[in-house]
């Protein structure tokens, strides 16, 4: 079957640094997607990667590993307005979207 | 630039009551147009997507339908709604099928089925 795993909820803290890791198992594979959702909202698009590597947009960057069937999302100087739920969504063979329960990122001061 | 509107913001339906929910985008033409449903901690669920007016595909059985009867407006609906049918309803658009295309989301509709 297709699955997206990433963690739950993570804390983290005003000026540091986190990563929020995505395990993905597709029927093919297209390219994976971040988005960024404030409580309430809607998602808005963050980062996509189809190669393997690292793709930086300033204090975000995101990762890509197709043979291990990873990626993780990047954020440096952390700031509250960062507190939102990251999701992690991979596009199949026929580049429908399989969509990861997201990640609670709660930033303390 | 593109916009996508949904409405209404928020929606209180009885059990057993109709539902039609509406989405519209500008500054596109033949956009890709989808209904996802989000439950609470849950991931995004795929309702139905459309390539065109009149093409509607349904990804899960529901007591739910779609249509698109122009190029740029997609509307959900429901005969009868269920205590289930609940939650966080979005509607999204995308230029192609296929590569680099994410998905633009509209604000949502917060449904409350009672």
């Known amino acids: 079957g297709q699955n997206i795993d990433q963690p739950t909820e993570m804390t983290a803290t005003e000026g540091a640094i986190v990563q929020i890791n995505c395990t993905y198992q597709?029927?093919?594979?297209?390219?994976l997607f971040w988005y960024q959702q404030h409580a309430g909202e809607a998602p808005t698009f963050l980062s996509y990667?189809?190669l393997d590597g690292l793709e930086e947009k300033g204090r975000f960057s995101s990762f890509l590993s197709r043979s291990k069937g990873y990626s993780y999302l990047l954020l440096k100087e952390l700031q509250m307005k960062d507190s939102a739920s990251y999701l992690c969504?991979?596009?199949?063979?026929?580049?429908?979207?399989?969509w990861g329960a997201g990640t609670k990122l709660i930033i303390k001061p | 630039s593109q916009t996508i509107h949904q409405w209404p913001a928020t929606l209180v339906q009885p059990v057993g009551s109709p539902l039609s929910l509406e989405c519209t985008v500008e500054?596109?033409?033949?956009?890709?147009l989808y209904w996802y449903r989000q439950a609470a901690g849950r991931g995004l669920q795929l309702l139905f997507y459309?390539?065109?007016?009149?093409?509607i595909s349904s990804e899960v059985p529901q007591n739910l339908s779609a249509s698109r009867p122009q190029d740029r407006q997609f509307i959900l609906s429901s005969k009868k709604l269920l205590l289930s049918d609940s939650g966080f309803y979005l509607c999204?658009?995308?230029?192609?099928?296929?590569?680099?295309?994410?998905?633009?989301f509209g604000n949502g509709t917060r449904l409350t089925v009672t």
């Open positions: 500054g596109t033409s033949n956009p890709n």
């Open positions: 459309s390539v065109g007016i009149g093409q």
């Open positions: 597709t029927s093919g594979f297209n390219g």
């Open positions: 999204a658009w995308s230029v192609v099928t296929g590569g680099f295309s994410p998905l633009h």
């Open positions: 990667n189809v």
């Open positions: 969504a991979a596009t199949d063979s026929n580049y429908q979207l399989i």
